[in-house]
């Protein structure tokens, strides 16, 4: 099966720091992935939609400037809080829609975010 | 009236219960449909896809309702394994003007958490 990699699992930071996360598909090339943020006991909520090649599509209220999102190549997109503060806290998931428009996705393990 | 509405529960229900759950769609261009299931702080895994002829996985039923714009998930002889929350997913395919591709307009409902007793 495919298989969607994210890297780190867990991160700890102060207040002021950037952190990358990436998204990797392993065995498939994956033209769209996208970025979610959970916060606790609330939903999935689509953050951005990242195209490889093009600029990433961010969804209403999500500021581009603070989560940038870098589609490079058709395995990884990796996402950048920059200048994280304590309401950045979250968690962080991506998913990857295998080419060829099998419409399914395939999601990472997620990232657990806390800005100290 | 939000794209995707899912009744949030908590739905609790005895060991070997029949339990369903219910998600509309507002748009009516949707294309595909999915239920996903979320354990606590972990990723959604894809539980099944839904086809309007209605698909069945052993104690799970699917089905779509094209014309009411709903879809939902059967759950018989409910085991305590089945406890999570069960996402609605629905995707509405459309033309990305850039490169003339598809791109998936994703939308995932809030969820319906169900827990299961002994």
């Known amino acids: 099966g495919a298989v969607v990699s994210q890297h780190p699992s867990w991160v700890i930071c102060k207040s002021g720091t950037s952190v990358k996360i990436e998204c990797r598909s392993l065995?498939?090339?994956?033209?769209?992935m996208f970025w979610y943020r959970q916060f606790p006991k609330q939903s999935l909520m689509l953050m951005a939609t990242?195209?490889?090649?093009?600029?990433?599509?961010?969804e209403q209220g999500v500021e581009k400037d603070k989560f940038l999102i870098n589609h490079a190549s058709l395995t990884l997109s990796t996402l950048t809080v920059t200048s994280a503060h304590p309401e950045d806290s979250s968690f962080y998931i991506c998913s990857a829609e295998k080419y060829g428009g099998t419409e399914k996705l395939f999601f990472g393990s997620g990232t657990q975010l806390s800005v100290l | 009236r939000k794209e995707v509405e899912q009744d949030p529960g908590p739905f609790n229900v005895p060991e070997g219960a029949t339990v369903a759950f219910n998600c509309t769609y507002s748009n009516s261009a949707s294309q595909s449909f999915f239920w996903y299931r979320q354990d606590c702080r972990k990723e959604p895994k894809l539980l099944m896809s839904v086809y309007s002829s209605g698909n069945e996985d052993g104690r799970f039923t699917a089905q779509l309702n094209r014309a009411s714009q709903y879809i939902s998930l059967l759950i018989r002889d409910s085991k305590l394994s089945d406890s999570a929350t069960y996402l609605c997913?629905?995707?509405?395919?459309?033309?990305?003007?850039?490169?003339?591709?598809?791109?998936?307009?994703?939308?995932f409902g809030k969820g319906t958490k169900l827990s299961v007793k002994p």
């Open positions: 065995d498939f090339q994956a033209t769209t």
């Open positions: 997913v629905v995707i509405l395919t459309r033309l990305h003007m850039n490169y003339g591709g598809s791109q998936g307009n994703l939308i």
């Open positions: 990242s195209n490889e090649g093009s600029k990433a599509t961010y």
